[in-house]
């Protein structure tokens, strides 16, 4: 069965490898930290809340107190495929991509008692590119080219975390993060013209900054589960740390390197969520999330004033579950539905404006046999920004997928 | 339906919606939307910047000792840009007569006519059109020539290496008094003078020179030495193209023709380079005289990106001449060439350049701006890529480049004068760089 359930994983992947379009995000990623990669599953996505799974067959991540209850080893990844339509004042640009934010593994060291896990978890990206018509004079020539601008990388965490499940519905978890990551920002100026045959007269001028990140963050999380789990809520905290950055400012061609260290100093983050059984199968849930990035700081120069465009970072979502049966003969209806509302503010400004970003989702899954793991899929929609206060404006649509696996290895 | 066929229809299911949201979409092209929320710049972009101070110059006198004066292709008659020749031509007359030609045919009464043959490089016979002020057409004649021959007092010396003065003769034997514009001049001698010399059995040499009222003009011949043929206008098989008696017989058929045991230019007015870029500098091929320079970089801001850097020198179109001529810019270690003034070998030469770029078919009557694009060579200066300081060479497109595959920059005298540090503003040598800059790049290190 196991090789079967691998088998049947081939046509996603091989489709999620082969339709691999320009990966770009939204422009609002060329300013401050970047995105907040959603690194939710497709089962969270879809209902709106994941900090407090106490599944054993369907463990979450999110809150790693969740794999107290771990019986099987369990792989997790999930993918997303995303189309954004990207709108300025001037300016209208489609986008696909895909993306695959994380990858977790739990192992249950005393089942329903004690688990470790790790992974690699993106949580905060930024790919984004330009091209502008631009002029120059110099000497006696008019010269007419393009301004290329890209701003591409990543931070991730790498989590080493152990769960452990507590008398009286408690389950606790602590997790050392290590935090890795580059970014890379590039800007190309091409002078086309004048040109000698296919010779630019002027050679294109570049420059590439490159950051690389290194540091250790941690997380503190537990879950509540009183009486018979009707009602559970959980919370993490991870709290403040720095982040190591090492940066390169390179001038194409110039074998001079501008070679500077610093300390990114990343706000604490605190992390919430509940949910109640109402009747039958339906659940009702959400999560919550804050990080002040007021209290950012990092490198500061002429081009990087970010500190007065720092704002609060927080989320809602809140959703509703029609959980899993397995009632004979029932067909579809045996299987979970889920929607979601979310609502997003982004640690940082743009346009004088912060950033706010809604969106909706519904999802469902399915079961691998004998509940040896889950595929969950999540479709979304979401708007970022606002033309009229940010300038920019950003409808999302999102199918995330996520698989995963359970297996009995010892 | 079984659980299996229900999870493998979910699964071709999403696979589908996957394949219908991602594949064969594709993102827009990368446009203006988001430009303007860039962070990072480049602090500098095209600036402009001329460099004009030399600091080191030398004018390259370069031979080839494989092909010494006395064997060069080609022969000059004339005056042209403070430049002045005439030919030298040794006959031995002892090795005249033959099967063919025995000596009872070298009578007054058998010989019809006797005439002194050169053969003139296409080049020079032709009618040339030129265009100056863009669409004007200026039409340059051959040179006419008034041809004098005289009569050495002695053969010249053929081991002369370097330009000769011309040595004592006796009066003209031969004035052409109308001047001549032809390709192949045959100038007619007396026949009772060309057998007095037959019948000495010496070697006598001649002095040919460019008489009054000859157009001024630097013309080039064939020389016996000469193998490029296609500089020729088309000959027949057996011509000698080097200078050369005709003897028509008048009972023969065929021409007795008499090659040169040895033929030179004598150059013996020859305008020497400057060696302060201050008078001027000057480029010549045919007698090769290169050139070698090192600007002040000094103003430049260090680690500037060099978006274009080009040497441009003016020329002096009324004083340069010659055929269209590649030029080669080179990179050149200053400890190689010193102020003010460098003789060396080409062998020597090719070993102290580094080839930069080459500018083909440059006219020297019509090109005013010559520019080298030298961006790299600025480049790796800013870099600090050399141990030492290299500067700048301008010489023709020796063979040693493994380009030319046309006549070797000794076979054509050309000449191109270039303004000096003195000259006007515009006129100038300078070097010319764009440049960008980033500021943050010299906070470190390389």
Redesign the interface.
């Given at each position: 069965m196991m090789r079967l359930r691998w088998r049947m994983l081939l046509p996603m992947v091989q489709v999620v490898l082969v339709a691999i379009p320009a990966a770009a995000q939204t422009p609002f990623v060329m300013q401050n930290i970047g995105q907040r990669v959603e690194t939710d599953d497709a089962r969270m996505v879809a209902r709106g809340f994941g900090m407090t799974v106490t599944d054993s067959l369907h463990p979450g991540f999110k809150n790693l107190a969740s794999l107290s209850s771990l019986r099987h080893v369990a792989i997790a990844f999930t993918v997303y495929g995303e189309k954004t339509e990207n709108t300025s004042l001037d300016a209208d640009r489609e986008l696909y991509r895909t993306f695959t934010p994380e990858i977790r593994v739990g192992l249950p060291v005393i089942k329903n008692r004690l688990a470790l896990t790790a992974g690699f978890s993106v949580f905060r990206s930024s790919h984004y590119d330009t091209e502008k018509d631009a002029a120059w004079t110099v000497w006696d020539d008019e010269v007419t080219g393009v301004e290329q601008y890209s701003r591409e990388g990543s931070l991730f965490n790498v989590p080493l975390g152990v769960a452990l499940r507590l008398p009286l519905g408690f389950s606790v978890s602590g997790a050392t993060n290590i935090v890795g990551g580059t970014l890379t920002e590039a800007t190309a100026n091409w002078y086309f013209e004048p040109s000698s045959g296919r010779n630019f007269i002027y050679q294109p001028s570049s420059r590439k900054d490159e950051e690389r990140y290194s540091g250790t963050s941690y997380t503190l999380g537990g879950i509540w589960s009183p009486g018979k789990g009707r009602l559970r809520v959980g919370a993490s905290w991870s709290p403040a740390h720095d982040i190591d950055v090492e940066r390169t400012v390179e001038l194409q061609g110039v074998a001079q390197r501008g070679r500077t260290e610093y300390v990114m100093h990343m706000p604490e983050e605190y992390r919430a969520g509940a949910q109640l059984r109402l009747f039958g199968r339906w659940t009702v849930g959400g999560d919550a999330r804050y990080q002040d990035f007021r209290e950012f700081t990092g490198l500061v120069t002429s081009e990087r004033n970010w500190d007065s465009n720092m704002d609060q970072e927080y989320e809602y979502t809140v959703g509703l579950e029609r959980t899993r049966a397995n009632e004979r003969r029932r067909g579809w209806s045996n299987l979970p539905l889920r929607m979601s509302v979310a609502y997003r503010r982004w640690g940082y400004a743009i346009g004088g404006a912060p950033i706010d970003q809604r969106t909706m989702s519904v999802g469902t899954g399915f079961p691998f046999g004998h509940d040896l793991g889950q595929l969950d899929l999540a479709l979304s929609w979401g708007k970022i920004g606002e033309l009229a206060k940010n300038g920019y404006e950003s409808d999302v649509w999102r199918l995330t997928v996520s698989v995963i696996g359970l297996e009995k290895w010892w | 339906?079984t659980?299996?066929t229900?999870?493998?229809t979910?699964?071709?299911v999403?696979?589908l919606?996957?394949?219908g949201?991602?594949?064969g979409?594709?993102?827009?092209?990368?446009?203006?939307?988001?430009?303007d929320?860039?962070?990072?710049?480049?602090d500098t972009?095209?600036?402009?910047l001329s460099m004009e101070t030399i600091t080191q110059f030398s004018a390259l006198d370069v031979t080839d000792p494989e092909v010494p004066y006395g064997s060069l292709q080609t022969l000059y008659l004339g005056t042209q840009g403070g430049n002045t020749s005439s030919m030298l031509v040794n006959f031995d007359f002892g090795d005249v007569f033959s099967d063919e030609f025995p000596e009872e045919l070298f009578t007054s009464e058998n010989i019809q006519t006797v005439n002194f043959s050169l053969t003139m490089l296409d080049f020079y016979g032709n009618k040339r059109f030129t265009t100056s002020d863009g669409d004007t057409l200026e039409v340059i004649e051959p040179v006419g020539i008034h041809y004098w021959i005289s009569v050495l007092d002695a053969p010249f010396d053929t081991t002369s290496t370097a330009p000769v003065a011309i040595p004592p003769h006796g009066l003209a034997i031969f004035q052409d008094q109308e001047g001549n514009r032809g390709k192949e001049p045959l100038l007619p001698l007396d026949k009772n003078l060309f057998l007095q010399w037959v019948a000495s059995g010496e070697i006598i040499g001649f002095l040919i020179e460019a008489g009054p009222g000859s157009d001024p003009g630097l013309v080039g011949y064939a020389a016996r030495e000469l193998t490029f043929y296609s500089q020729l206008e088309a000959i027949g098989a057996g011509t000698v193209v080097a200078p050369d008696f005709v003897v028509n017989f008048v009972s023969e058929e065929v021409n007795y023709q008499m090659p040169p045991m040895a033929d030179i230019s004598t150059f013996h007015e020859l305008r020497t380079a400057p060696t302060d870029p201050v008078d001027g500098m000057m480029f010549r091929t045919g007698l090769r005289s290169y050139l070698a320079l090192l600007f002040d970089l000094s103003d430049l801001p260090?680690?500037?990106?060099?978006?274009?850097a080009a040497l441009r020198v003016m020329s002096e179109p009324d004083s340069s001449f010659g055929t269209l001529t590649t030029l080669q810019i080179s990179e050149m270690d200053s400890l190689d060439f010193t102020n003010p003034a460098t003789s060396m070998t080409v062998d020597e030469l090719d070993r102290a350049l580094e080839p930069t770029a080459t500018l083909s078919s440059v006219d020297p009557y019509q090109v005013e701006i010559i520019e080298f694009n030298v961006?790299d060579y600025v480049?790796r200066r800013?870099?600090?890529?050399y141990t030492g300081r290299r500067g700048l060479a301008i010489t023709a497109d020796e063979a040693f480049f493994g380009a030319n595959f046309g006549v070797p920059p000794d076979f054509y005298f050309n000449v191109f004068r270039l303004f000096g540090t003195n000259a006007p503003d515009s006129l100038l040598p300078q070097l010319?760089i764009?440049y960008?800059?980033?500021d943050?790049?010299?906070?470190?290190?390389?």
């Open positions: - | 339906m659980r299996t229900v999870i493998l979910a699964l071709m999403c696979a919606v996957f394949a949201l991602l594949a979409c594709t993102s827009d092209l990368p446009n203006e939307l988001g430009h929320l860039g962070i990072i710049t480049m972009v095209l600036a402009p260090a680690n500037s990106y060099i978006n274009r961006t480049q800013i870099n600090n890529v010319r764009t960008s800059l980033v943050e790049v010299n906070g470190g290190t390389p």
